[in-house]
């Protein structure tokens, strides 16, 4: 069973930045995809941003376009989510998602909390 580790996520004020990272637990290669949704206390998970492995081509959430920045690296097969100009609306916890081998996987998510 693949275990995605994230790491990152914290405690910031509005305007400041943070950067989280996930990466497949046993090294898996097979990978299609990996991104990030998030979720807030009383509403549904929302996709944030998605990577596609092979070709890099990067997907955001409307409001996210312009401050924050998904990446790859392919030979340490992490996926990382660069967080700028963060809002208080952005105060969720957010799960890494990958698509390796034919199979969804989530990591047990992470908080991050925009301070006003």
């Known amino acids: 069973q693949v275990q995605l580790v994230e790491s990152g996520g914290g405690l910031v004020q509005a305007g400041g930045s943070l950067r989280l990272s996930c990466v497949p637990s046993?090294?898996?290669?097979?990978?299609?995809?990996m991104g990030w949704f998030r979720q807030a206390p009383g509403t549904d998970r929302e996709f944030v941003a998605s990577?596609?492995?092979?070709?890099?081509?990067?997907y955001y959430l409307d409001s996210v376009k312009g401050r924050f920045t998904i990446s790859r690296d392919n030979l340490q097969n992490t996926v990382t989510l660069q967080m700028n100009n963060l809002k208080p609306e952005d105060t969720a916890v957010y799960y890494c998602?990958?698509?390796?081998?034919?199979?969804?996987?989530w990591g047990q998510g992470t908080q991050v909390t925009v301070s006003s």
């Open positions: 998602n990958a698509r390796i081998s034919g199979s969804d996987y």
């Open positions: 046993d090294g898996s290669t097979d990978i299609y995809d």
């Open positions: 990577i596609t492995w092979t070709s890099g081509n990067a």
